[in-house]
C-alpha cells in the first residue's frame, strides 16, 4: 500500500535524517511511537551488525564501495537512523527488492542476501507502522516550521 507521506515519494539521498530529529517526542502520538530495540536485537542475534548498516546506508544513501571516504560517512549513522529512513521505500516488497538488488551489487553478495533476508523478516510486522510514523513526525516538523516563520512575519510586521 503506498503512503501518502511525502518522504516515501522523496529521493533518499536528500532525505531529512530523521535519526537527528529536533521535534519533541511529544508531537508524535504515543501508539506511532516505535521502539526499534528489538528489532536492532533480532537483527544483532541473526546477521552481523555491521553488514547490516553497510546494506541499509547502501540503500538509503549510495552503494558502499569500502573506500576510507564510505567508512567516514557510514560512522556518522546509527543503526536506528538508518532503519527509520528505509521507509523511503513504498511498501515492503519495494524494500525486498531494493535489498535483494543492492545485496548483489556488494562485496560477498551471499553474506548481503542472508543479511536482507534478515532485515525484511525483522522489518516486516513493523514497516507500516513506521512509516505513519516518520511521515508523522514530518507532518509536525513541517507545521512547526511554519507556525516559526508565521511568528517572525508577524514580530517583523509589527515592529
Known amino acids: 500500500m503506498p503512503s501518502t507521506c ?3 515519494t522523496s529521493d533518499p539521498v536528500t532525505a531529512p535524517n530523521l535519526a537527528q530529529s529536533s521535534a519533541p517526542k511529544s508531537i508524535v502520538p504515543a501508539e ?3 521502539d526499534l530495540f528489538d528489532v536492532r536485537l533480532e537483527i544483532i542475534k541473526y546477521a552481523n551488525p555491521l553488514r547490516a548498516k553497510i546494506l541499509l546506508f547502501s540503500i538509503v ?3 558502499f ?3 576510507a571516504q564510505d567508512w567516514s560517512n ?3 549513522y ?3 537512523g538508518l532503519l527509520r529512513s528505509l521507509t523511503t521505500c513504498g511498501s515492503i516488497a519495494d524494500l525486498q527488492t531494493k535489498l535483494e538488488t543492492i545485496a548483489q551489487q556488494l562485496s560477498q553478495p551471499d553474506d548481503y542476501a542472508q543479511v536482507s533476508h534478515v532485515l525484511i523478516k525483522c522489518l516486516k510486522p513493523i514497516y ?3 512509516q505513519q510514523q516518520v511521515c508523522q513526525t514530518l507532518q509536525s516538523s513541517v507545521a512547526e516550521t511554519t507556525q ?3 511568528t517572525q512575519v508577524l514580530v517583523a510586521t509589527q515592529e
Open 61 to 63: 544513501y549510495y552503494p
Open 65 to 67: 564501495t569500502n573506500s
Open 148 to 150: 516559526a516563520s508565521l
Open 32 to 34: 506511532l511511537v516505535i
Open 78 to 80: 546509527s543503526l536506528d
Open 128 to 130: 507500516t507502522q513506521l
Open 6 to 8: 511525502p518522504a516515501a
Open 74 to 76: 557510514l560512522k556518522l
